[in-house]
């Protein structure tokens, strides 16, 4: 069964210092990954997925994601972090073996401080 | 442009008593998806519709209904509300079943007394 896990629940950050999220997976095919952000009060908006190619994905707002095969991870990265980058953070897994189903992990609280 | 809408934003209702949670979207997408959201523990599906005329159970659906009323809307139904529901409801929806991206509505924060 596919699964994924964000094993940080916080993560802490300074303005202007590079920062990670963190994600692992397990599906029993290729995966199609992706990032959601959350800010209060609202739905969840789509950051950037990795279907196939290369393995450094680019996304919205200067995030970006690199896809690890041997590691099973898909860590969610920016340079340089602001205060407004401060929400709720998901990864989501679909196998890519005719299944539909997305699994979201339980997302990790960024927060970037002044 | 609204995107997906839901309604209403926030309710509280007594143990046993029944909603229907509201959602559309305008982007004419075929597959839509009813989620909760409970703290720890990610995005849970519910029930989802592929397309109009269709609807089949999640992850979560015991005590929940659907009704793909139309490409546009798709409801959610509590009959007899219990605590254990709880939670922030969300909809969304996709271009189609499988395809990646999904967009999602505001959610619902429902509390049962």
């Known amino acids: 069964a596919q699964s994924v896990a964000q094993p940080e629940d916080q993560v802490n950050v300074a303005e202007g210092n590079p920062l990670t999220v963190k994600c692992t997976y397990s599906?029993?095919?290729?995966?199609?990954l992706f990032w959601y952000v959350q800010y209060p009060n609202r739905g969840l908006q789509f950051l950037l997925k990795?279907?196939?190619?290369?393995?450094l994905v680019k996304g919205s707002y200067g995030f970006e994601a690199e896809f690890n095969k041997s590691q099973t991870s898909f860590h969610l990265k920016k340079p340089s972090a602001l205060v407004s980058d401060s929400a709720l953070y998901f990864c989501?897994?679909?196998?890519?073996?005719?299944?539909?189903?997305?699994?979201f992990g339980a997302g990790t609280r960024l927060f970037v401080k002044a | 442009n609204a995107g997906v809408t839901q309604t209403p934003k926030f309710q509280v209702l007594k143990t046993g008593q029944s909603m229907t949670l509201q959602c559309a979207q305008d982007?004419?997408?075929?597959?839509m998806y009813w989620y909760r959201q409970d703290p720890g523990m990610g995005l849970r599906l519910i029930y989802y519709?592929?397309?109009?005329?269709?609807?089949d159970k999640g992850e979560v659906p015991n005590g929940y209904n659907v009704s793909r009323l139309n490409k546009r809307e798709f409801s959610l139904r509590l009959e007899s509300a219990a605590p254990s529901q709880t939670s922030v409801y969300f909809c969304?929806?996709?271009?189609?079943?499988?395809?990646?991206?999904?967009?999602f509505g505001p959610g619902t924060r429902l509390t049962v007394l």
């Open positions: 969304a929806s996709s271009e189609a079943l499988g395809v990646d991206t999904q967009y």
């Open positions: 599906v029993s095919g290729n995966p199609y």
């Open positions: 990795y279907i196939t190619g290369d393995n």
């Open positions: 989501a897994v679909r196998e890519n073996t005719g299944g539909f189903k997305t699994i």
């Open positions: 982007m004419n997408h075929n597959s």
């Open positions: 519709s592929a397309s109009e005329g269709t609807t």
